[in-house]
């Protein structure tokens, strides 16, 4: 913002707020906004703010747009104030604070903040004695009129304790919180006083709450009888539950369960007062005429003591199955969001039922099992409820296809959580005792489907429920699932229905494979599923996910329906018969035929193998599909031969111009079956056979990103699983890949290219050409990343890349490290590591640890000479780029990969490495980091140097980090000293 004076400054305001608000013209209000943004980090923002809030003419609109920048430059922005103005801030907020005693509420609420905020960069000392709780005091008992304000003040006080949003040093923030938890008497001696003003009670509860949250070192004893305790428990008798009171006591609740002296028994005091008062509210509760808002706050007030208590609850106590009680009535609410809020306690309390961890405190073996046991037996009706309390929940509702996008998905959210709850009850109960339970309710729901009346919708609910405790049911399991399977097909094809029915075949797969009883299901459950392939999208989408599951599942078992299998899936992917299958649902189809023809023996399968891979190539010719060809046909490698140069023969135009789609569905089903067919040496030999397809692609569509991936994901799964039986194939295969590499710069190279390497890597009749590989893709790749800018504008080079060198490290050292390349891509990660995309960074990130751990690894000695010679002269400039990572130049989520780094570099490098961090450090501004700040953390490394203790570097490092973003201006004056990316650098290569 150019220089003006602070009159013309404030004119402008105004005048950019009213633009700002009212202007109908949108150019006018970005350009207001861009000047407020502006105004906001400007030195000036604070004299001109505080003027206009003290002016009695400005509006709304000015006083709320003042009073937040006024916070946020305390907040962010206080050093920028010389020490003297502490005394004239502080006594400007708080003649703020009295004058908007009685309004605006939102205007005062930025005061306040403003002050804690102010309280907490300023030490105790500078406010008096005791600090600002005691001048707060003094100023309660000097200005009582100002209580609301003042009331606000201590609500929001131990609120920003922990708050990083103010710019304030860690040692600072520490001692500020350790000032308001000795302080903490002040407040609620201060709280109790107000108490006598009932007008202000809301507040001072809610001021509690806040307290409540700060400090747990106040005796249950001492709570158990304070007045704020008593007054929060009187305020349930009142007709409206007051949400404060409400705060409170679930904040007491949990305090009982927090981490302190004496556990749990020094808590009941405190606990035989709460528990008794909630409960005396189940009356109420059931009361039909309450509020909804009153209804919620006694849910939230049960919910919250079963999930503090719940462990207690466990043991089967006769208070404890009150609270139980209590909360099945709430699980029982009509109302799903009020019902919800118990979700978490049945889950935990399933846990703790069933966990042995929960009994280890009884001993033995034969006493734990025992006591389990009496557990779960009393628990066992509790279970059997809810679950008739929850079931009803996932039904659909009548009007479903007139709701909106959010409410649909909210629906789906609903039937996750209520199946959610139902697995719990089959922890607890057992899978065979749950599945009784909802195959009642699914026979009386399907009694009459062939009515015109039948309610599709129980049947669907009932048979959701059955699918989702599939995991829970046993293999011995017969009497209820064969009954089950056994109606699935007389059900009507109403669409969910059928969707449902087809997951819920997927769901008991293993069942079917596993229950020899079964077996004479699987036809009719192939029929439904292939129904549902043709009924509509969404249960195309299901039938063929089932399909996978049963193919996998049953895969010995249909070895001999292979015919028709292959029938199904050409039917699917064709069209034919009005199948519904998209091409992402295909490559389940794939998925399962595959898995199918692994159970083959060799020659078998490597005709199926054949037939499928045909099925995926013939369509990729320009003239029409070819008809179907089925497992019992034969296909020789002449047939596969010529169609493939059919296809290649028709020039280069033609394949140019088709679609890519033309290419990566027909591409992404040999993917899966090159993944999911596990007869190596038989994709080995397809893979041969379909390789000059594939090479013809690449010579032609290498422009194409989109048939790139999907043919580079092709060839890697043909890798992983062929591995040796395609050696012939991977030197033309790596040719191909460096020369359109270095013409197109596809990503996608680097990453097949990665997969060889792991393959491969170790091969000593692969070492020339991966050497070559090596050499050519890394050469080419540092030509195209020289600068920041670049890594920037190609994140997925360089991601793939250094994942690339990853591997090399990792697999192929001996190839790698001595190659003429290792230098120069060091010096590439140095240039990247600062780079802003996350995966690329953390790619660069891992390269460069991998690189050091080698180093100073057993396995790495061979090589440390060599890694010596390349990380030496470059340690100091790769120290100095961590520290400025660590200071701001990478995102905070990024600290714990970086700090990897250091730890490998001291660990590697020792003294070296510390000497190299002290360099760094010294070129931060003192006014940035202090030298006791800095010491810590240098203290640290050296610590790991000579210790090889890891374990207490993160949180100094964290700090310095913390210390270094506090606010912009520290942030840029620390980049500005340590320069990461104006580096000048020799390059060693």
Not at 9 to 33: F, G, H, I, W
Not at 575 to 584: L, S, T
Not at 933 to 957: I, M, Q, T, V, Y
Request: proline share 4%; net charge negative.
């Amino acid at each position: 913002m150019p220089a003006m004076a602070a009159a013309e400054v404030q004119k402008t305001l105004v005048e950019a707020l009213t633009a700002l608000y009212r202007s109908p013209d949108s150019s006018v209000r970005n350009q207001a906004n861009h000047w407020l943004q502006e105004f906001q980090h400007s030195v000036l923002a604070w004299e001109v703010s505080d003027s206009l809030l003290h002016d009695a003419n400005s509006n709304l609109e000015t006083l709320l747009f003042c009073s937040q920048t006024l916070k946020t430059k305390i907040q962010r922005d206080f050093e920028e104030l010389p020490a003297a103005a502490f005394c004239p801030l502080r006594d400007s907020l708080y003649a703020l604070l009295k004058h908007l005693s009685s309004g605006p509420s939102k205007v005062r609420t930025q005061i306040c903040i403003a002050l804690a905020s102010l309280a907490v960069h300023v030490p105790m000392e500078d406010w008096g004695g005791g600090g600002i709780l005691n001048w707060l005091k003094q100023e309660m008992n000097s200005s009582p009129d100002y209580m609301p304000s003042f009331l606000e003040l201590l609500a929001i006080l131990p609120q920003e304790a922990f708050s990083y949003k103010v710019a304030a040093r860690p040692e600072r923030r520490r001692q500020f919180q350790n000032e308001l938890v000795m302080s903490i008497g002040v407040a609620l001696d201060l709280l109790t006083y107000c108490l006598n003003a009932t007008k202000f009670q809301e507040q001072v509860l809610e001021a509690f709450a806040s307290w409540l949250r700060l400090n747990h070192g106040i005796s249950a004893a001492t709570l158990a009888s304070h007045p704020l305790v008593v007054a929060a428990l009187s305020s349930l008798r009142f007709n409206s539950l007051p949400d404060a009171a409400v705060n409170v006591i679930c904040e007491l609740i949990r305090y009982t369960v927090s981490e302190s002296p004496g556990g749990l028994s020094a808590q009941m005091p405190l606990i035989q007062v709460l528990v008794p008062h909630v409960m005396g509210l189940r009356d109420q509760f059931k009361d039909p005429s309450k509020d909804e808002d009153d209804v919620k706050a006694m849910a939230r007030l049960f919910s919250d003591m079963g999930d503090s208590y719940v462990d207690m609850i466990a043991t089967g106590s006769d208070e404890s199955m009150m609270i139980v009680q209590a909360l099945l009535e709430v699980a029982a609410h009509p109302d799903y969001d009020i019902a919800s809020m118990t979700f978490n306690f049945w889950h935990s309390l399933q846990v703790s039922l069933t966990e042995w961890e929960s009994y280890s405190s009884l001993g033995t073996e034969n006493a734990i099992r025992a006591e389990r046991d009496r557990r779960i037996a009393m628990f066992r009706p509790t279970f059997e409820t809810l679950i008739s309390l929850v079931a009803f929940r996932v039904q659909y509702p009548q009007d479903y296809e007139d709701l909106s996008k959010e409410d649909r998905r909210d629906f789906r959210q609903t039937r996750y959580a209520v199946g959610d709850i139902i697995i719990d009850a089959a922890s607890v109960l057992g899978g065979d005792a749950v599945v009784k339970i909802l195959f009642m309710n699914f026979v009386k729901s399907v009694g009459n489907c062939e009515a015109n009346d039948w309610n599709w919708r129980s049947s669907e609910a009932a048979l959701y429920c059955i699918r989702s405790v599939a995991n829970a049911v046993p293999s011995h399991e017969v009497e209820v699932m064969l009954q089950v399977f056994a109606i699935l097909p007389k059900l009507p094809h109403q669409p969910q229905l059928l969707q449902t029915t087809c997951l819920t075949i997927g769901a008991y797969s293993t069942w079917l494979n596993a229950s020899s009883a079964a077996l004479p299901f699987l036809p009719s459950i192939i029929d439904i599923l292939t129904r549902g392939m043709s009924a509509s999208e969404d249960s195309a989408a299901a039938a063929c996910m089932a399909f996978r599951h049963v193919c996998d599942a049953c895969r010995t078992k249909l070895c001999g329906s292979l015919d028709g299998l292959f029938h199904i899936y050409h039917r699917a992917v064709s069209g034919e018969g009005g199948y519904r299958v998209c091409a992402e649902d295909s490559l389940q189809l794939v998925e399962a035929l595959s898995v199918v023809i692994t159970e083959l023996s060799s020659d078998q399968a490597k005709k199926a193998l054949e037939a499928l891979c045909l099925q995926a190539v013939n369509p990729l010719q320009v003239s029409s599909v070819s008809a179907p060809v089925l497992f019992s046909s034969t296909l020789c490698a002449t047939n596969m031969h010529t169609n493939l140069q059919e296809i290649i023969n028709q020039g280069v135009e033609p394949v140019k111009q088709l679609n890519p789609t033309k290419f990566t569905v027909h591409i992404d089903r040999l993917a899966n079956i090159f993944r999911y067919v596990n007869h190596p040496e038989a994709v080995g030999d397809a893979f041969e056979r379909i390789w000059p397809l594939f090479k013809a692609i690449f010579d032609y569509r290498a422009w194409d990103m989109r048939t790139m991936e999907a043919l580079c994901r092709a060839c890697k799964y043909a890798v992983r699983t062929s591995g040796q039986f395609i050696v012939v194939t991977i030197g033309d295969m790596l040719s191909v890949v460096q020369e359109q590499y270095q013409l197109h710069h596809q990503p996608c190279f680097l990453y097949l290219s990665s997969e060889v390497i792991k393959i491969f890597g170790s091969e000593p009749s692969c070492a020339n050409y991966l050497g070559c590989l090596i050499e050519s893709l890394f050469r080419h790749t540092t030509h195209l990343l020289t600068k920041i800018e670049e890594f920037t504008a190609r994140p997925d080079i360089a991601d793939d890349c250094f994942l690339l060198a990853s591997r090399c490290i990792r697999y192929c050292p001996h190839i790698f490290v001595p190659s003429s390349i290792f230098s120069s891509l060091v010096d590439c990660s140095i240039v990247g590591i600062t780079v802003q995309h996350r995966e690329a960074c953390n790619s660069i990130l891992t390269f460069m640890s991998d690189v050091l751990d080698l180093a100073s690894s057993v396995n790495g000695q061979d090589y440390r000479a060599m890694i010596d010679s390349v990380v030496l002269p470059r340690g100091s400039i790769v120290t100095r780029i961590l520290v400025a990572s660590i200071t701001g130049a990478l995102p905070t989520s990024r600290l714990e990969e970086v700090s990897y780094v250091l730890r490998s570099l001291t660990r590697a490098y020792g003294l070296r490495a510390c000497e190299w961090a002290k360099e760094a450090i010294l070129l931060i501004p003192s006014t940035a980091v202090t030298e006791s700040e800095s010491s810590r953390f240098l203290n640290a490394l050296s610590k790991l140097a000579s210790e090889a203790d890891s374990s207490a570097l993160f949180g100094p490092l964290e700090e310095l980090s913390d210390v270094c973003r506090r606010n912009r201006a520290v942030q840029e004056s620390v980049q500005g000293a340590l320069k990461p990316h104006q580096l000048n650098f020799v390059r060693v290569s």
